[in-house]
T-cell receptor, first 115, second 111 residues
Framework: SQTIHQWPATLVQPVGSPLSLECTVE??????LYWYRQAAGRGLQLLFY??????ISSEVPQNLSASRPQDRQFILSSKKLLLSDSGFYLC??????????????FGPGTRLTVL | GDSVTQMEGPVTLSEEAFLTINCTYT??????LFWYVQYPGEGLQLLLK?????DKGSNKGFEATYRKETTSFHLEKGSVQVSDSAVYFC??????????FGKGTRLHILP
């Protein structure tokens, strides 16, 4: 069966510090991968999605970036965090494009607090 | 653009009460529709889905029917439990295969 992992679970970082959040998926090949942010009172916002290695689309311009160094690894990064980057970050995966499945499966999330 | 609108919370009910959380959408074509649930401190889990008009998704006593004529996908449960306390997200997948979420509705069930 497929599983999705995220770490760390919680993170407290000062403004201006770098960020690296990691997401890995097991039990599937060539998944579509997604990063979402859930800010208080604002629902879920799609940040990045990837249909393959080195194929990443950004949905919202900001000081975050994403990379996919391996097929089942998705990393969210920032060089300098802002206070507004605080939130709950969720990674998700879905079956490869072109298959019948349209459901996304979510990881446990990382709660980021920027002070 | 495509969007999902769901009733604002929090919604507070007593145990065994009937639950309705309204959801309406705007999209081109025939999107797939979903309800996701997020329990405290956890990520999102798919609760149910429907992929075409008049389909009914159901799971754990929850139901939602894809109503094309009213562009709605309201979530219902006949008798809620304390363990149903969570945040519920309505969502659609559009023709670009992107999921668009509503803002979520927090549900509190009192014993």
């Amino acid at each position: 069966s497929q599983t999705i992992h995220q770490w760390p679970a919680t993170l407290v970082q000062p403004v201006g510090s770098p960020l690296s959040l990691e997401c890995t998926v097991e039990g599937t090949s060539n998944p579509n991968l997604y990063w979402y942010r859930q800010a208080a009172g604002r629902g879920l916002q799609l940040l990045f999605y990837s249909i393959g290695i080195d194929q990443i689309s950004s949905e919202v311009p900001q000081n975050l970036s994403a990379s996919r160094p391996q097929d089942r690894q998705f990393i969210l990064s920032s060089k300098k965090l802002l206070l507004s980057d605080s939130g709950f970050y969720l990674c998700a995966w879905s079956e490869p494009s072109g298959t019948a499945t349209d459901t996304q499966y979510f990881g446990p999330g990382t709660r980021l607090t920027v002070l | 653009g495509d969007s999902v609108t769901q009733m604002e919370g929090p919604v507070t009910l007593s145990e065994e009460a009937f639950l309705t959380i309204n959801c309406t959408y705007t999209a081109t074509g025939y999107p797939s529709l979903f309800w996701y649930v997020q329990y405290p401190g956890e990520g999102l889990q798919l609760l149910l889905k429907a992929t075409k008009a008049d389909d009914k998704g159901s799971n754990k006593g929850f139901e939602a029917t894809y109503r094309k004529e009213t562009t709605s996908f309201h979530l219902e449960k006949g008798s809620v439990q304390v363990s149903d306390s969570a945040v519920y997200f309505c969502a659609l997948m559009n023709r670009d295969d992107k999921i668009i979420f509503g803002k979520g509705t927090r549900l509190h069930i009192l014993p």
